[in-house]
Structure formats: structure tokens, C-alpha cells
């Protein structure tokens, strides 16, 4: 079934919809709107900030480096960088596409994690 716009649903359908409300009327029942989706792993919100998407991701990405951080003294550099980088860096490449516009705090915090994924592999952590 191809794609249709809402000025082409019959009026039985969508009811009532809108970028204000809190729900939404489907054939007769009432639905609440989500604050936050997760389509593909990263977290869409109302005003596409990204703010739970990227928060996510830097918890995520902070605790893998703490447990590479523990162990890092037992590693080979060249183990540490395949750990660093399958653990943290994929995390932080997944989707940055969608973050293209998004305001420079939230880049920043990327940043800073792959920042310091850099001073735990090179052991230059203070």
C-alpha cells in the first residue's frame, strides 16, 4: 500500500491530530503521544534535539571505558585500540547522521567521549 498523506485519509480515520496535542483520535480511539520513540536504535524525540539520544550513547559508551580503563594495564596497545574501538567508537559512528544540525552541546559531549576513549588506549588518562 503506497503512502499516504493525511489530506488524502478519510476523516473516519484521523480524527484529530496535531503538533500541540498530547493525543491523537485513530478510527474512534484515543491514543497518547510518546515524548520519545526508538526507531533503529536511536531515540527520536518531540523537537529533534537528540538530547535522550546522545545521553544514552555517552552513558553507554562512558561505561565501556571505565571497564576498558580497569583492564587496560593487562592489554597490548593494539588490543586496547580493537577493544576502544569496537566497544566505544561503533557506539558513537551508529546513526551520527541524524545529529547533523543538532545544537554544539550535545556534539560536544561526543566528542569528549571519544576524546578520552583516545587517553585510555594511549594510557594518558589524568
Known sequence: MPIQFRSHLPRYIISTIGAATDTVTVAGTTLPVSEDICSLGVIIDRRLTFESHTSGVVKSCNYHQRALQHIRHLL???TAQTL???LILSRLDYCNAV??????????????VQNYAARV??????
Open 99 to 112: 545529529l547533523y544540525g543538532c545544537k554544539a552541546g550535545a556534539i560536544d559531549r561526543l566528542q569528549r
Open 76 to 78: 597490548p596497545f593494539s
Open 84 to 86: 576502544a574501538c569496537s
Open 121 to 126: 588506549v594511549t594510557r594518558d588518562v589524568s
